[in-house]
C-alpha cells in the first residue's frame, strides 16, 4: 500500500489509485498517518476533522469512516485500541516517512562531505511533495497540521540551495532560488542564500538590494528588525567577503573627480575650513555646501581640495555637474545622477533597478559603510540635492551652488560663502599662471588686468591663458585691450562698470576660420545648450562631413564640447556670447534661412521617427527633405528613443517658429509632437498654448487644413489633461474644416478623437455612433490601418455598453485587418479590448492571454503609456478571481509606469492599491 500526504492526500494499491473521496474520509486517513504506528485518541481525530463545532452524530461517523477505510485498504491495518485507532504503515509505505529518511540521509552525506550527494538526496526528498500538503483535507486539519509540515519542507528547501551554493553551484541555482525567496519573503535564511548567490554570480548590487526590501516586510508586517543571519550576511557583501570570510572580486571604485588645477593658488583659509571639517566629521555623513556667485570659483575650489583629500577615500570619488545655473541651464535629475552614480559604481545596465525608489535605495545601500566623498557641482536648489546625500557616517559630501542653499544648512549643512580674492590673491592666479618673470617686468600692468577682471577668478584665468599662448603679448597690451573692448555678456559684471569677459571670449573667437566662425554664431540660435552633429550641419546648410572638421576646429578651441560622439555642448556663457554675435554679425536673411534649415531639421526628423513607429496617425505632405537640410540618421530600434531624448527641443523650437514668423513649421512641428504622446503623455505634447499658437499661425497662413490640424493637435492636449468638454469643442471645430478640404482620412480621425472623449464622460451610445462613422469613412479612404483601428473602437464600445460578445466580434475583425498591416501599437489596443471583453464574460485565461499579447506588443515599441493602462486590467482580472497578491503586483507596475509618465491616471490606480491593502483577506 502506498499513503501520500504531501499535496492532496491520496491512497494506492502499489499499480493504481484508489477513490478517496470527502475530505472528512481524507482527513480521518490523514490524522492516522501523521500518528502512524501510534494510537491517536478518537477525541483528537474529532477535533482536527470536525474543528469546534461536530455535528450530535459525530462519533457514528467516524466509526463509518474508519470503517469505509478499512474496506478499501483491504488489510487489517486500521485497528481500535483504546482511547482511540492505530494504522499500521510499514517502511516505505508513508510519503512523508520516505521524505523524513531522504533528508537525514542527505544531512549525513553533507555532514560526511559528500555535497553532491548531499544535493541529489535533497532533490529528490523535495521531489515528492505534489503540492501544499493536505490540500484537499479538512479546514481544522490544515490549520493544525500544514505549518508544520509546510516547515519541513521550508527548512529542506534551504538546506538544499545550500548545499547547492556549497557545491559551487550558484549561477544554476540563482533563478529557482529567486522565485523561492520572493514566494518567502520573511524567510530570512532564503534571504541571505539568495543574497550569497547573486553575489558569487556577479550580480552584487542586486544582492545588496535584497537586504533592505526584506528589512522593510520584516518592520512593516512583523516590527522586527533582521536577524543575526540576514544581518551577517549583509555585512560580508558591503566588506566585500564572501561565506567563508575570503575577499571576493572588488566591486567598482569610481574616481570621477575632473582634472585638478595643477597651477592653483590662493583659497587658503578656505581650504583650511574644508580641512577642519573632514577632520571633525568621522562618525557622522558630513555635508558642506560652498556658495558664491558665478565664476567666483567654487568648482576650481572643491575639485582641489578633492584631489587633496582622495587618498583619504578609499572607496572612491564621486562627481557630477547638476548644471542648476546658467541662462540655458538644463538641470540634471536626482534619477539621472543616481542612474550615472550606480554605473560608476559597477552595477550593470542589465541589473539596475527599473524603479527610480529601487535605483536610490540601491545607491543608499552600496555607500552603506564605505567612505566615499561626493562632489554635486552647480546645484540649484536643495531638492536636486536630498535624494544624492548618503546617511552612511563613513561619506563626505561637497554641494557647491550660487545659492548657500538655506534648506540644506537648516538641516544640518555647513555653509561656506567663496568671496572675491583679495589683490593679492588675484595676483598670485597670475603669477601662478603667466610665469614669475613676466608679472614681475609689469607690476602695473599685473594690477590694472586684476582690476579690469574686478579679481574675478574665471575672468583672470582667461586672460592668463591668453597670455601664456601667445608669450609675445605684453600684460600693458592685455590689459589696455580688457580696457577698449565692450559689449553684453552682463552676467559677468560683478560690480566694476569696467570688467567684461565678453572681450576675453572674442580672443578665442577672432582665431577661427570663417566658416568656423559662421558655425559658431549660427549656433547661438539653436534653442537648447545641447545640439546634434546633423543639427549643427542643418543650420550651416552643409554636409556632416563639413560640419564635422568645423566642429572639431570649435572643440580645439574649447568654444563647444563634444560630450559623446556626434552630440556637443556650450559653455552657457559661450552661448549667450554666440548669440550676441548672430544677432550683430550676421543679416536677418541669413539668420532667417538658418533657423529655416533647423526647423526642417527637426520637422523631418520627427515625421521620419513617426514613420519608423508606425503610428496611429495619418500624414501630412511636407515634400521633399530639402537638400541643404540634414535629417538624424534614426532606425527603427532608436526611433522611440530620438523622441525621449528630444522632446524638449521639439518644444522650444516651436518658439523660435512663433518668435521668427515661420507660421507653416509651427503648425506642423505642434503636429509632430502629438506622435509623442504615445511615448511620454502630455509632458511630452507641451502644454495648450503650443497648439493655440499653431492655430493662430494657420489663421495668418489663411489654410484651413492647417487650422484643423491644429485644432485637433489642441484636442489631443486637452484630452490628454482629462479636459474633455474643451477636447470636443476643438474636434468639432476641426470637423467641418476637413469636410470642406475632402480629406476623409482625418474625418475619420476626428470621429475617433469624438469617441474617445464619449468614452471618457460615459457616453457609451454616442461613443458607438462616432465609432461606427469613423468606420465608414477610414473604408471609404481604403485605409486599412485606419479601418482596423476604427473596427476596434466599434468593438471598444460595445464593451463599454456592455455587449461583450459583440465586442469580440468586431475585436477579432479588427485583429485580423491589423495583423496584416504591421502597426504594433493599434493591433495592442485590438487585443486590449478583446482582453476586456473576454474578462468580463468571466473568461480570464483567455483575457490575460489576450493582454499578454497587447503588453508585448507596447513593450517593443516602448508605449509606456498604453502598457499601464493593460496591466491594470490585468490586475482587476485578478482580482474578480479572489487573486489579491497578482492583482496588487499589476496596479503596481502599472503605476510605477504612468508615475514615470507624469499621467493623471496613476490617482485612479492608486486608489485601488489603497482601497485593497496587501493585508486584506481576499
Known amino acids: 500500500m502506498r499513503y501520500q500526504l504531501l499535496g492532496p492526500v491520496e491512497l494506492s494499491d502499489g499499480t493504481q489509485p484508489l477513490r478517496l473521496s470527502g475530505p472528512k474520509r481524507r482527513a480521518v486517513l490523514a490524522v492516522l498517518l501523521l500518528n502512524a504506528n501510534q494510537v491517536v485518541p478518537e477525541q483528537q481525530l474529532l477535533d482536527l476533522v470536525w474543528g469546534d463545532n461536530p455535528p450530535a452524530t459525530v462519533r457514528g461517523q467516524l466509526q463509518m469512516y474508519v470503517s469505509q477505510l478499512r474496506k478499501l485498504i483491504g488489510e487489517p491495518v486500521i485497528t481500535r485500541r483504546a482511547p482511540g485507532y492505530l494504522i499500521e504503515v510499514r517502511p516505505g509505505e508513508l510519503d512523508l516517512d520516505v521524505f523524513d529518511e531522504a533528508v537525514a540521509r542527505a544531512r549525513a552525506d553533507r555532514e560526511a562531505g559528500r555535497i553532491e550527494a548531499a544535493v541529489d538526496g535533497l532533490r529528490g526528498a523535495l521531489a515528492l511533495w505534489r503540492g501544499p500538503a493536505l490540500s484537499d483535507a479538512t479546514e481544522p486539519l490544515r490549520a493544525a497540521a500544514g505549518p508544520g509540515l509546510r516547515e519541513r519542507r521550508l527548512s529542506a528547501l534551504e538546506e538544499y540551495f545550500d548545499a547547492q551554493l556549497a557545491a559551487g553551484h550558484h549561477t544554476e541555482v540563482v533563478a529557482d532560488l529567486g522565485v523561492a525567496a520572493e514566494e518567502n519573503p520573511l524567510r530570512e535564511r532564503l534571504q541571505a542564500l539568495l543574497m550569497l548567490a547573486l553575489h558569487r554570480s556577479g550580480r552584487t548590487s542586486e544582492a545588496l538590494a535584497v537586504y533592505p526590501a526584506t528589512r522593510a516586510r520584516l518592520v512593516a508586517e512583523q516590527g522586527v528588525e533582521p536577524g543575526p543571519l540576514l544581518q551577517k550576511a549583509h555585512r560580508r557583501l558591503l566588506s566585500n567577503e564572501d561565506e567563508d570570510g575570503t575577499a571576493a572580486p572588488a566591486a567598482a571604485t569610481p574616481r570621477q573627480l575632473p582634472a585638478d588645477m595643477n597651477r592653483f593658488a590662493g583659497r587658503v583659509a578656505d581650504l583650511a575650513r574644508l580641512d577642519a571639517m573632514l577632520t571633525t566629521s568621522v562618525g557622522r555623513a558630513e555635508v558642506i555646501v560652498i556658495g558664491g556667485g558665478a565664476g567666483i570659483g567654487k568648482t576650481t575650489l572643491t575639485v582641489h581640495w578633492a584631489h587633496r583629500v582622495a587618498d583619504g577615500f578609499p572607496d572612491g570619488q564621486l562627481y557630477v555637474n547638476l548644471g542648476g545655473f546658467g541662462p540655458c541651464a538644463k538641470r540634471t535629475t536626482p534619477d539621472e545622477v543616481v542612474l550615472g552614480f550606480l554605473e560608476a559604481l559597477g552595477v550593470p545596465p542589465l541589473r539596475m533597478p527599473s524603479s527610480a525608489e529601487g535605483k536610490f535605495s540601491l545607491y543608499r545601500s552600496l555607500l552603506s559603510e564605505k567612505r566615499i566623498l561626493i562632489i554635486l557641482d552647480n546645484a540649484r536648489d536643495a531638492d536636486q540635492v536630498r535624494p544624492l546625500l548618503p546617511g552612511s557616517p563613513g561619506c563626505f559630501t561637497v554641494v557647491a551652488s550660487r545659492d548657500q542653499l538655506p534648506g540644506l544648512v537648516a538641516e544640518g549643512a555647513y555653509p561656506i560663502t567663496l568671496d572675491l580674492p583679495s589683490a593679492e590673491e588675484a595676483k598670485e592666479i597670475l603669477l601662478r599662471r603667466v610665469g614669475r618673470e613676466r608679472v614681475a617686468r609689469e607690476p602695473g600692468a599685473v594690477e590694472r588686468i586684476t582690476e579690469l577682471c574686478a579679481r574675478l577668478p574665471l575672468a583672470l584665468a582667461i586672460v592668463a591663458a591668453r597670455a601664456v599662448t601667445n608669450p609675445g603679448f605684453a600684460l600693458a597690451d592685455l590689459a589696455a585691450e580688457l580696457s577698449t573692448a565692450r559689449g553684453g555678456l552682463d552676467a559677468f559684471e560683478v560690480g566694476d562698470p569696467a570688467m567684461d569677459v565678453r572681450a576675453v571670449f572674442s580672443w578665442s573667437y577672432t582665431t577661427l576660420s570663417p566658416r568656423a566662425a559662421k558655425l559658431f554664431r549660427l549656433l547661438g540660435l539653436h534653442p537648447e545648450p545641447h545640439f546634434s552633429l546633423s543639427a549643427a550641419a542643418s543650420l550651416l546648410g552643409v554636409p556632416v562631413r563639413e560640419v564635422r572638421r568645423l566642429l572639431a576646429e570649435l572643440t580645439r578651441a574649447q568654444l563647444v564640447t563634444e560630450h559623446s560622439p556626434g552630440h556637443y555642448g556650450f559653455h552657457d556663457l559661450l552661448r549667450a556670447y554666440a548669440t550676441e554675435l548672430v544677432l550683430t554679425e550676421d543679416s536677418s536673411e541669413v539668420r532667417d534661412a538658418a533657423i529655416g534649415r533647423m526647423l526642417d531639421h527637426y520637422l523631418y526628423t520627427a515625421e521620419l521617427a513617426a514613420h519608423h513607429l508606425r503610428l496611429p496617425r495619418g500624414s501630412i505632405e511636407l515634400g521633399p527633405v530639402p537638400e541643404d537640410v540634414t535629417l538624424e540618421p534614426i532606425s527603427e530600434s532608436d526611433a522611440a528613443c530620438w523622441f525621449g531624448t528630444n522632446h524638449p527641443v521639439l518644444l522650444a523650437v516651436v518658439e523660435v517658429a512663433v518668435k521668427a514668423g515661420f507660421d507653416?513649421?509651427?503648425?506642423?512641428?505642434?503636429?509632430?509632437?502629438?506622435?509623442?504622446?504615445?511615448?511620454?503623455g502630455v509632458r511630452w505634447l507641451g502644454d495648450p498654448g503650443t497648439y493655440h499658437a499653431a492655430i493662430d499661425a494657420a489663421g495668418r497662413l489663411g489654410d484651413p487644413v492647417a487650422l484643423a490640424h491644429g485644432h485637433r493637435g489642441l484636442s489631443i492636449v486637452y484630452m490628454a489633461l482629462d479636459r474633455f468638454d474643451e477636447a470636443e469643442r476643438e474636434l468639432r471645430k476641426a470637423l467641418p474644416l476637413f469636410e470642406k478640404s475632402g480629406d476623409v482620412l482625418f474625418q475619420g480621425a476626428v470621429y475617433h478623437g469624438l469617441g474617445w472623449v464619449c468614452d471618457r464622460q460615459g457616453r457609451w451610445a454616442e461613443e458607438l455612433d462616432h465609432a461606427l462613422a469613423g468606420l465608414d469613412l477610414y473604408r471609404q479612404a481604403g485605409h486599412p490601418l485606419g479601418e482596423g483601428n476604427a473596427l476596434?473602437?466599434?468593438?471598444?464600445?460595445?464593451?463599454?455598453?456592455?455587449?461583450?460578445?459583440?465586442?469580440?466580434?468586431?475585436?477579432?475583425?479588427?485583429?485580423?485587418?491589423?495583423?496584416g498591416t504591421d502597426e504594433h501599437i493599434t493591433l495592442a489596443a485590438a487585443l486590449d479590448t478583446l482582453g476586456f471583453a473576454t474578462q468580463h464574460l468571466g473568461r480570464f485565461e483567455q483575457a490575460e492571454s489576450w493582454y499578454r499579447r497587447a503588453i508585448a506588443l507596447y513593450r517593443r515599441v516602448g508605449t509606456r503609456h498604453y502598457e499601464s493602462r493593460t496591466l491594470a486590467r490585468i490586475g482587476d482580472g485578478h482580482l474578480g478571481r479572489g487573486e489579491l497578491g497578482e492583482a496588487r503586483r499589476n496596479w503596481r507596475k502599472a503605476s510605477e509606469l504612468l508615475d514615470s509618465l507624469g499621467l493623471p491616471d496613476t490617482e485612479r490606480i492608486r486608489d485601488k492599491l489603497a482601497s485593497y491593502p496587501d493585508d486584506l483577506d481576499a
Open 792 to 819: 476596434n473602437c466599434v468593438a471598444w464600445a460595445y464593451a463599454r455598453l456592455g455587449e461583450h460578445e459583440s465586442a469580440i466580434v468586431y475585436g477579432k475583425q479588427a485583429v485580423a485587418i491589423l495583423e
Open 664 to 680: 507653416r513649421h509651427v503648425w506642423q512641428l505642434a503636429y509632430a509632437l502629438t506622435s509623442t504622446y504615445w511615448y511620454g
